[in-house]
């Protein structure tokens, strides 16, 4: 079992950034890719981005891609995400995911949730 917990979400003007942390405990977390999903209100949850277990594969949906990094320290069994130049519409609850394999961008891929932080961006 994984327990994962994000933190880092808050309030935001357009351009500015924000880096979204997510720690895990229970289980080995190097086995386990982690994404990142978001909710926007009155939206279905959509992916944003996965890294593998090793850290060394990536993927990032069109939407955040060039503006935004995942990156994990497995050490700390914690993964981020650096969302820079940050526009109203990257509004919604930001959560990470644990996956038993890395490449699923549906949240079926994904076995363990956070319960959610609030980014809010402001124009």
């Known amino acids: 079992q994984v327990q994962l917990v994000e933190s880092g979400g808050g309030l935001v003007q357009a351009g500015g950034s924000l880096r979204l942390s997510c720690a895990a405990s229970?289980?080995?977390?190097?086995?386990?890719?982690m994404g990142w999903f978001r909710q926007a209100p009155g939206k279905e949850r959509e992916f944003v981005v996965a890294?593998?277990?090793?850290?060394?594969?990536?993927y990032y949906a069109d939407s955040v891609k060039g503006r935004s990094t995942i990156s994990r320290d497995n050490a700390k069994k914690t993964v981020y995400l650096q969302m820079n130049s940050l526009k109203p519409e990257d509004t919604a609850v930001y959560y990470c995911a644990a996956a038993a394999n890395f490449g699923s961008v549906s949240e079926r891929g994904y076995d363990y949730w956070g319960q959610g932080t609030q980014v809010t961006v402001s124009s």
């Open positions: 890294i593998s277990g090793g850290g060394y594969s990536t």
């Open positions: 229970g289980g080995t977390f190097r086995r386990y890719a």
